[in-house]
Structure formats: structure tokens, C-alpha cells
């Protein structure tokens, strides 16, 4: 499997609880895609309208073929890094299920849910 069939599936519709009503989705999208262009990491981006954990923006979810999904909430900007850090090992993973001391924080901390695979 190579990087390029994981999917990072950002929601871009959250809207921050605060006053002023930014989309913190939104914002995390366009960091993601900056520092994987500057560390030339080849990932699958995608965004989404809502990934049903509206509350915890930013969120996203990691999937792959064979793999479990995993739905992470409470990233930021400042988590993009440790975001695709999460992605490759996951995509180095047998089935998407990575051993906690290999996780970066954001994916120890954020975990919101995890579906099994298709098949
Ligand atoms: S609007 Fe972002 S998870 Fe629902």
C-alpha cells in the first residue's frame, strides 16, 4: 500500500463555538495541504460538509482500503504535522490499527470513534 491510498477526509463545515464563528475545519484543510506540499508527502486529501462530531472541531477521518477508519477531533493548525505523521503510520500499518506508543498525540487524545474495515 502506498501513501497515496490513505485518505484524509477533513471537515470543513465546523463552526468554532466562539464568537467569532470562524470554521476551524476550513483553516486546519489549508494548513494540511501547505506542510504536505512543503514535506513533499504524498496523501489523499478530501473534504467533507460533516463528519457528525461537530463539537470537537477540527475533525477528520483517517481510511484506506482494508483498514479501519478512524474519526479524530480537536486538531488545529498547530496539529497538521502530528496529523500526517498519525496518517503514515497508519498507512504503514497492517489494518489501520496503530500501536499506541506510535501514535502521535492528536491520535492518543482525538480518537472520536473507529469503524472496522469493508471487508
Ligand atoms: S460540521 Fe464538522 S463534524 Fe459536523
Do not use: H
Request: proline share 5%; glycine share 6%; with cysteine.
Amino acid at each position: 500500500m502506498s501513501d497515496s491510498d490513505v485518505r484524509i477526509v477533513v471537515c470543513v463545515s465546523c463552526r468554532d463555538a466562539g464568537e467569532d464563528n470562524s470554521r476551524p475545519g476550513a483553516a486546519f484543510l489549508d494548513a494540511l495541504q501547505a506542510r504536505l506540499r512543503a514535506r513533499s508527502v504524498d496523501l489523499r486529501v478530501e473534504s467533507v460538509e460533516c463528519l457528525a462530531v461537530c463539537k470537537r472541531p477540527a475533525t477528520i477521518a483517517l481510511a484506506a482500503p482494508g483498514k479501519w477508519t478512524y474519526v479524530i477531533g480537536d486538531l488545529s493548525s498547530a496539529t497538521v504535522d502530528d496529523v500526517i505523521d498519525s496518517a503514515l503510520r497508519f498507512g504503514e500499518s497492517e489494518n489501520g490499527i496503530v500501536a499506541w506508543k506510535d501514535r502521535p498525540q492528536c491520535f492518543r487524545k482525538g480518537v472520536v470513534s473507529r469503524t472496522p474495515p469493508l471487508t
